[in-house]
């Protein structure tokens, strides 16, 4: 049964859809979460399709889909070719991912992903993993903790906030969500207070589980699995994510063009299907979570 309190599945018709789902293919779920893109994947594949899943979060385990078609392991994306390959599979037809954090984890307040609630400075999506959000507060120096929260968070006064910080933990060591807030007050004015600290939290977040490398290494692996007409089916939830998406399926790059030839030719590896999907407002209605996703699917030539 699927689990709708772990994590409602977020443009979950268009995102399958986007897969042009061969009743007999192979398809990658990377962002397991509570199962519901994978559960809609299933239903379209026939007794010899294969879904395999990901999902480095030991709390998704708890959803496994009890199908022989169905296999999750429990391993960051970022390791998607090795672990294909252990399970003897060099191409797939098509790889969904959901990016951002699940709306269990968000939920469960001693995960500390959320603004809501007083937590332990963990926010680690993988809880057996090193660094923790108390690592980066407390032990980045200055200009690193300004790097994270400028890069990240898109923050325009992050240095101000990295100086307040090490002056902070100078005099005591911060441990939780409450003291963060404390130290921080003087930037985060009533009318704005919750903007700023999403992006503060989504700052540290990305840093802790190291978003952006695990995505640029997931894109750039997706093109070596995915076979000639296999799509790629990506849902993002901020600019830096989008960005990386929207460049890696346009020219299969983050940064810059692609050569042209001496006619003023070049080869893209990807064909974009549609245009970038966002969620309707019926569904931002039923969803909140919903608001900020974009949908881009890309058909590997």
Do not use: C
């Amino acid at each position: 049964m699927e689990n709708n309190e772990y994590h409602n599945p977020v443009l979950l018709k268009e995102t399958v859809d986007g897969l042009n789902i061969k009743p007999d293919g192979i398809y990658v779920d990377v962002t397991f979460g509570g199962g519901g893109h994978s559960r809609e994947i299933m239903k379209r594949l026939g007794p010899n399709g294969k879904l395999f899943a990901f999902d480095q979060d030991e709390d998704a385990l708890a959803n496994i889909i009890e199908d022989d078609r169905f296999q999750l392991i429990n391993e960051n994306f970022r390791f998607i070719k090795r672990f294909l390959r252990f399970h003897g599979v060099k191409q797939v037809d098509g790889i969904l991912a959901d990016l951002g954090v699940s709306s269990h984890q968000f939920d469960v307040a001693e995960r500390g992903f959320s603004t809501r609630f007083e937590a332990e400075l963990d926010m680690r999506m993988d809880r057996k993993g090193g660094l923790s959000a108390y690592n980066v507060i407390n032990d980045y120096d200055e200009s690193q903790i300004a790097s994270v929260l400028s890069q990240y968070g898109e923050l325009t006064n992050a240095r101000a906030m990295a100086s307040v910080i090490v002056t902070a933990r100078a005099e005591n060591e911060i441990k939780n969500s409450e003291q963060l807030k404390q130290i921080l007050s003087r930037f985060l004015p009533g009318h704005k207070s919750n903007k700023i600290l999403a992006q503060i939290y989504q700052a540290i977040r990305i840093e802790v589980n190291q978003e952006m490398d695990v995505l640029k290494e997931f894109l750039e692996q997706s093109l070596e699995i995915l076979a000639p007409n296999g799509r790629l089916s990506v849902i993002s939830y901020h600019s830096l994510e989008d960005r990386l998406v929207k460049r890696y399926m346009k020219n299969g790059m983050f940064e810059g063009e692609p050569e042209k030839d001496m006619f003023g030719r070049f080869e893209v590896p990807f064909k974009l299907i549609g245009k970038m999907i966002i969620p309707s407002d019926e569904e931002i209605k039923i969803n909140n979570r919903a608001r900020s996703a974009k949908l881009r699917i890309a058909e590997k030539k």
